[in-house]
């Protein structure tokens, strides 16, 4: 009989993890120790192994939970659902399709759009371009970053610690900062980073900077990296042709969704 556990144990995670790794980018690099203290991890267990996993992570400004599955979609529906006594009154959720509507008995869900998960499967096609005009940036720009993002995407996901990784990309015009191309997790024990926060300031947009900034940001990662992902919603028409232009093809799609509990 399946039961419900909390699991503390980095490998027996990664393991399960393991299957679906290009799905997995965000998860398994939240088991760096970066990341893995603000990290609860939940699994569907039966005669000692591993069904499924699904991860709260509080270290943002709204927890957030993750519950992709590449298969057996009734297990995962099954481990949720044996959350909701424990889940926080408010949550962000990255989910696959068709499961969020078990938590429906206790959270109002409003839907944030079908997404999709890619994976870079192509890096040579990183070499056709001219990236000579992007920099790394470092804790030392925070200030300068802040303030683009400010202006360029505001309501993004920057958490500062990330200048740390020295895995931030920028180009500038005239000095100024134009394009950033970040990551929201990055891992060199895993081997595994997730890009993010990629974005123009508006006065210089329609250049190709956005993709030169992640063109750079992808060679330096994988110096460190044998798998980079990154989302994108699924109307992105744009973004996807861009990115696919860079090597990264889609490997599934999921669902974004804020939840918040009924009083």
């Given at each position: 009989m399946?039961?419900?556990i909390q699991?503390?144990?980095r490998t027996a995670?990664?393991a399960?993890l393991a299957?679906?790794?290009a799905?997995?980018v965000?998860?398994?690099?939240?088991?760096?120790?970066m990341?893995?203290?603000?990290t609860?991890?939940f699994?569907l267990?039966?005669?000692?192994?591993v069904?499924?996993v699904?991860m709260?992570y509080?270290?943002g400004a709204l927890?957030m939970?993750?519950a992709?599955a590449?298969?057996?979609?009734?297990e995962?529906r099954?481990?949720?659902?044996?959350l909701?006594p424990?889940?926080?009154?408010?949550?962000?959720m990255?989910?696959?399709p068709?499961v969020?509507?078990?938590l429906a008995p206790d959270?109002?869900?409003?839907?944030?759009g079908?997404h999709?998960k890619?994976v870079?499967?192509?890096?040579?096609r990183?070499?056709?371009?001219?990236t000579?005009t992007?920099?790394?940036?470092?804790?030392?720009?925070r200030?300068?970053v802040?303030?683009f993002?400010?202006?360029?995407y505001?309501?993004n996901?920057?958490?500062?610690?990330?200048?740390?990784?020295?895995?931030?990309?920028?180009v500038?015009?005239d000095?100024?900062l134009?394009c950033?191309?970040g990551?929201?997790?990055f891992?060199?024990?895993?081997r595994?980073?997730?890009l993010?926060n990629?974005?123009?300031h508006?006065?210089f947009?329609r250049?190709g900077l956005?993709?030169?900034a992640?063109?750079?940001?992808?060679?330096?990662?994988?110096?460190?990296c044998?798998t980079?992902?990154?989302?994108?919603h699924?109307s992105n028409?744009?973004a996807i042709?861009?990115?696919?232009?860079?090597?990264?093809?889609?490997?599934?799609p999921?669902e974004?969704?804020?939840?918040t509990a009924?009083?």
């Amino acid at each position: 009989m399946p039961r419900t556990i909390q699991l503390h144990d980095r490998t027996a995670i990664l393991a399960r993890l393991a299957d679906h790794r290009a799905l997995n980018v965000y998860a398994v690099g939240d088991l760096d120790d970066m990341f893995f203290p603000y990290t609860s991890w939940f699994a569907l267990e039966e005669a000692g192994q591993v069904l499924q996993v699904v991860m709260l992570y509080t270290g943002g400004a709204l927890p957030m939970i993750h519950a992709i599955a590449g298969d057996r979609l009734g297990e995962l529906r099954a481990l949720l659902a044996s959350l909701l006594p424990v889940l926080p009154r408010s949550f962000y959720m990255h989910v696959t399709p068709g499961v969020s509507d078990v938590l429906a008995p206790d959270y109002d869900i409003s839907p944030r759009g079908l997404h999709h998960k890619m994976v870079l499967v192509d890096p040579s096609r990183l070499d056709d371009l001219d990236t000579s005009t992007a920099a790394p940036l470092a804790p030392a720009d925070r200030d300068e970053v802040l303030a683009f993002y400010e202006a360029a995407y505001p309501g993004n996901w920057f958490d500062p610690r990330m200048l740390e990784t020295g895995r931030y990309t920028g180009v500038r015009v005239d000095g100024a900062l134009a394009c950033v191309a970040g990551v929201h997790v990055f891992s060199r024990l895993y081997r595994v980073a997730a890009l993010g926060n990629i974005a123009t300031h508006p006065s210089f947009r329609r250049r190709g900077l956005g993709t030169i900034a992640t063109a750079a940001c992808c060679r330096r990662l994988l110096t460190d990296c044998n798998t980079i992902g990154l989302n994108v919603h699924s109307s992105n028409a744009d973004a996807i042709r861009i990115y696919e232009r860079l090597g990264f093809a889609v490997v599934g799609p999921y669902e974004e969704a804020l939840a918040t509990a009924r009083r």
